[in-house]
């Protein structure tokens, strides 16, 4: 086993192989495939790998991606173009497909010179959709940027068949980004500022940091990476939250007043905030507003199931929940603002509102909203996603089984799996008698 471990080794560092080979997912299934075949197994040659062995590789993958594009026929499929820039300042926009069967790759493209030229995006955009099929496009899914914005409307307006949606972690961003502003909620800057002079105290500092870790905070960190750069802030300040006794007895400790720190220019600010009941009470007032957001913005940043059917009632509930911590209507009145300014003029969608009355762990609830806005969404999905105005006719009067709980949507079966199954396969297990609204629901959940 040993020497097995040793010649493995060697291989890697004679090829100088990064260690992180070793968490590739054919790491152990090579040696299993190898293993299988016994002592008589003969390592393929150079020739081989770069010549049959990748052919077979290329040709599997190639099949792979059929498969899933032929699954863009029945749910459906999301483009989503993200924008960076590299290390040469070159503007990029990378082009990719989601499904739930997977997410492909399908291009890279220079829009160096042309990011801020909504024509040029559009022209771009439009050759993408043809190369996926208009007919299997659900959502164009693009940042908020005033060209991007232009182009995707643009695109939507000339296909009519799809939505074009801003990404809704870039505008959650936004809003965190929002409340942050000086010119807006002085007190809430003021108070980020003070928390990042903490931290950046302590853990600039290797042997104090060492000491927080070792003797007061049991290992917990200050800083923690978030989704987002301004989840990050917020994120932050509720870990110094968390240990804020830890904190003050550092700061109070032999330990802390009898070392070298005490005569860093920071010292005797960072101890005055930290003893400050005020700035405690503030970062708690910070928490009240930017929890129950961070917690949406974590759910649209989830990478294992699809979040149409949810973002609509998880942003109601994020206002709610600001409201309820809040108390009274002049406070949270101005975070709603803000709220809403990106939600109902940007974000919303009439996707989300059809994904909210699709699902059935939520539109079977006491607490569903009957808000005609969200029928209103659900008949603009209907219209656009739905060409042939025969079969617009049957999902219509489909519907009334779903609100009734009619047929299957009855069973005893149905009824507990609402919440039990995720929506998608709700449809598929229980929506057969309504086979046009059963397609509908899938391609707008998933």
Same mark, same amino acid.
């Given at each position: 086993?040993?020497?097995?471990?040793?010649?493995?080794?060697?291989?890697?560092?004679?090829?100088?192989?990064?260690?992180?080979?070793?968490?590739?997912?054919?790491?152990?299934?090579?040696?299993?495939? #190898?293993?299988?075949?016994?002592?008589?197994?003969?390592?393929?040659?150079? !020739?081989?790998?770069?010549?049959?062995?990748?052919?077979?590789?290329?040709?599997?993958?190639?099949?792979?991606?059929?498969?899933?594009?032929? &699954?863009?026929? +029945?749910?459906?499929?999301?483009?989503?173009?993200?924008?960076?820039?590299?290390? %040469?300042?070159?503007?990029?926009?990378?082009?990719?497909?989601?499904?739930?069967?997977?997410?492909?790759?399908?291009?890279?493209?220079?829009?160096?010179?042309?990011?801020?030229?909504?024509?040029?995006?559009?022209?771009?955009?439009?050759?993408?959709?043809?190369?996926?099929?208009?007919?299997?496009?659900? /959502?164009?899914?693009?940042?908020?940027?005033?060209?991007?914005?232009?182009?995707?409307?643009?695109?939507?307006?000339?296909?009519?068949?799809?939505?074009?949606?801003?990404?809704?972690?870039?505008?959650?961003?936004?809003?965190?980004?929002?409340?942050?502003?000086?010119?807006?909620?002085? !007190?809430?800057?003021?108070?980020?500022?003070?928390?990042?002079?903490?931290?950046?105290?302590?853990?600039?500092?290797? &042997?104090?940091?060492?000491?927080?870790?070792?003797?007061?905070?049991?290992?917990?960190?200050?800083?923690?990476?978030?989704?987002?750069?301004?989840?990050?802030?917020?994120?932050?300040?509720?870990?110094?939250?968390?240990?804020?006794?830890?904190?003050?007895?550092?700061?109070?400790?032999?330990?802390?007043?009898?070392?070298?720190?005490?005569?860093?220019?920071?010292?005797?600010?960072?101890?005055?905030?930290?003893?400050?009941? &005020?700035?405690?009470? /503030?970062?708690?007032?910070?928490?009240?507003? &930017?929890?129950?957001? #961070?917690?949406?913005?974590?759910?649209?940043?989830?990478?294992?199931?699809?979040?149409?059917?949810?973002?609509?009632?998880?942003?109601? %509930?994020?206002?709610?929940?600001?409201?309820?911590?809040?108390?009274?209507?002049?406070? +949270?009145?101005?975070?709603?603002?803000?709220?809403?300014?990106?939600?109902?003029?940007?974000?919303?969608?009439?996707?989300?509102?059809?994904? +909210?009355?699709?699902?059935?762990?939520?539109?079977?609830?006491?607490?569903?909203?009957?808000?005609?806005?969200?029928?209103?969404?659900?008949?603009?999905?209907?219209?656009?996603?739905?060409?042939?105005?025969?079969?617009?006719?049957?999902?219509?009067?489909?519907?009334?089984?779903?609100?009734?709980? %009619?047929?299957?949507?009855?069973? %005893?079966?149905?009824?507990?799996?609402?919440?039990?199954?995720?929506?998608?396969?709700?449809?598929?297990?229980?929506?057969?008698?309504?086979?046009?609204?059963?397609?509908?629901?899938?391609?707008?959940?998933?």
């Amino acid at each position: 086993m040993d020497r097995a471990d040793m010649t493995v080794g060697m291989l890697c560092y004679d090829a100088n192989l990064p260690f992180n080979v070793a968490n590739s997912p054919f790491w152990q299934p090579m040696f299993d495939a #190898v293993n299988a075949v016994g002592s008589g197994y003969k390592a393929p040659t150079y !020739h081989a790998l770069r010549g049959p062995i990748l052919k077979n590789t290329m040709d599997e993958v190639n099949n792979y991606l059929e498969e899933i594009k032929m &699954s863009w026929r +029945y749910t459906g499929c999301s483009i989503m173009a993200d924008g960076w820039t590299d290390t %040469k300042q070159r503007s990029l926009i990378n082009f990719l497909v989601y499904c739930p069967k997977g997410v492909i790759f399908l291009k890279s493209v220079d829009a160096s010179g042309i990011v801020k030229n909504a024509d040029e995006l559009y022209n771009i955009f439009e050759k993408i959709i043809g190369e996926v099929n208009p007919e299997y496009v659900v /959502q164009f899914v693009t940042d908020s940027e005033p060209s991007y914005k232009a182009a995707g409307k643009r695109l939507e307006a000339a296909f009519g068949t799809f939505f074009w949606t801003p990404c809704a972690a870039h505008c959650l961003d936004l809003i965190l980004e929002h409340l942050c502003k000086p010119t807006v909620f002085p !007190h809430i800057a003021n108070t980020i500022e003070r928390a990042r002079t903490i931290t950046k105290f302590i853990y600039n500092l290797g &042997s104090l940091l060492n000491l927080m870790r070792k003797k007061f905070t049991g290992g917990k960190e200050l800083c923690r990476p978030a989704a987002t750069r301004f989840a990050t802030n917020f994120i932050s300040i509720q870990s110094l939250v968390l240990n804020r006794k830890a904190l003050q007895q550092m700061f109070v400790s032999d330990e802390y007043s009898t070392s070298r720190f005490v005569q860093h220019p920071l010292s005797e600010g960072v101890v005055s905030t930290v003893l400050d009941k &005020s700035f405690w009470d /503030q970062c708690k007032y910070i928490l009240n507003i &930017s929890e129950p957001l #961070v917690r949406v913005l974590r759910l649209v940043d989830r990478q294992y199931r699809p979040t149409m059917g949810y973002l609509y009632e998880a942003m109601d %509930k994020a206002k709610e929940n600001i409201k309820e911590r809040l108390k009274r209507k002049s406070d +949270y009145n101005p975070i709603w603002r803000i709220i809403d300014q990106r939600w109902d003029r940007q974000l919303h969608s009439p996707l989300h509102a059809a994904g +909210y009355f699709l699902n059935p762990a939520l539109f079977f609830t006491p607490t569903f909203s009957r808000h005609s806005k969200v029928t209103r969404g659900l008949l603009a999905c209907i219209s656009r996603l739905v060409p042939d105005e025969g079969t617009q006719d049957l999902i219509t009067n489909q519907i009334e089984d779903y609100r009734e709980a %009619k047929g299957m949507f009855g069973m %005893k079966l149905a009824i507990r799996n609402r919440t039990k199954l995720g929506p998608v396969a709700w449809w598929n297990q229980f929506g057969g008698d309504v086979e046009e609204l059963q397609t509908f629901a899938i391609r707008i959940l998933s």
